[in-house]
C-alpha cells in the first residue's frame, strides 16, 4: 500500500509541475517572444502555441484532480493523521494550500471567461469594419482586457508556484515531525 500511495503523490506532483511548468513557460517564453512577433501573425503563432500545450494542460489538470482525489482520501482516513500530534497545525496548512488551489481554479475560470470575451470582441471589429469608431472602441476595451488577463495569468503562475512550495513545505515539516 505504501509503495502504491506514494506512487499516486508523485503523480500528483508531476501534474503539477506540468502544469505550472507551461504556465510558466507560457508567461516568460511565449509571451514575451510573441511580442516581438509581427501583429499580423501573433495571433496564429499564439494559437499553435495554445493547441501545443492545451493536451498537457488537459492531462495534467486531470491527473491532479484525480491523483488529489486520492491524496484528499488517504490524509482523512490514514492511521498517521488520526495518532498526529500536531494534526490541527497541518489541517490548517493543508486547508490554506487548498484554498490556494481553488483560487488557481477559479482564476483559471476567470481567464477563459475573459479569453472568450476578447475573442468575441475581435469578432466584432472585424464585422464593424477597420475605420469605424466602433473599431476604435473595441480596440481600447481588448486592450484593457487583454492587460487583465495578463495580470490574472501572472497571479495565477504565483499562486500556481507558491501551492508547489507550500506542498513541499508540508510535506518536509510534518513529514519529518511524523517520522520522530
Known amino acids: 500500500m505504501f509503495v502504491t500511495i506514494t506512487f499516486i503523490r508523485w503523480l500528483h506532483l508531476v501534474g503539477a509541475a506540468a502544469l505550472v511548468g507551461g504556465m510558466v513557460l507560457q508567461l516568460f517564453v511565449v509571451s514575451p517572444l510573441l511580442s516581438w512577433v509581427d ?3 501573433r495571433g ?8 501545443f500545450y492545451l493536451p498537457v494542460f488537459w492531462v495534467s489538470l486531470s491527473l491532479l484532480i484525480m491523483t488529489g482525489a486520492f491524496v484528499i482520501f488517504d490524509r482523512l482516513v490514514s492511521l498517521e493523521n488520526m495518532v ?10 493543508w486547508l490554506l494550500k487548498l484554498s490556494f488551489v481553488g483560487g488557481i481554479a477559479l482564476l483559471g475560470i476567470l481567464i477563459a471567461r ?10 466584432k471589429q472585424v464585422a464593424s ?14 486592450t484593457r482586457l487583454r492587460q487583465t488577463v495578463g495580470l490574472l495569468r501572472n497571479l495565477n503562475v504565483v499562486l500556481g508556484i507558491f501551492v508547489l512550495l507550500w506542498a513541499a513545505v508540508l510535506q518536509n515539516i510534518f513529514g519529518l515531525l511524523i517520522l520522530r
Open 39 to 41: 501583429p499580423a501573425i
Open 44 to 51: 496564429k503563432l499564439a494559437k499553435k502555441a495554445t493547441d
Open 84 to 93: 498526529f500530534p500536531y494534526k490541527n497545525s497541518y489541517e490548517t496548512f
Open 114 to 123: 475573459m479569453s472568450g470575451e476578447i475573442r468575441s470582441t475581435t469578432r
Open 129 to 142: 469594419g477597420p475605420e469605424s469608431p466602433q473599431a476604435a472602441r473595441l480596440e481600447d476595451r481588448k
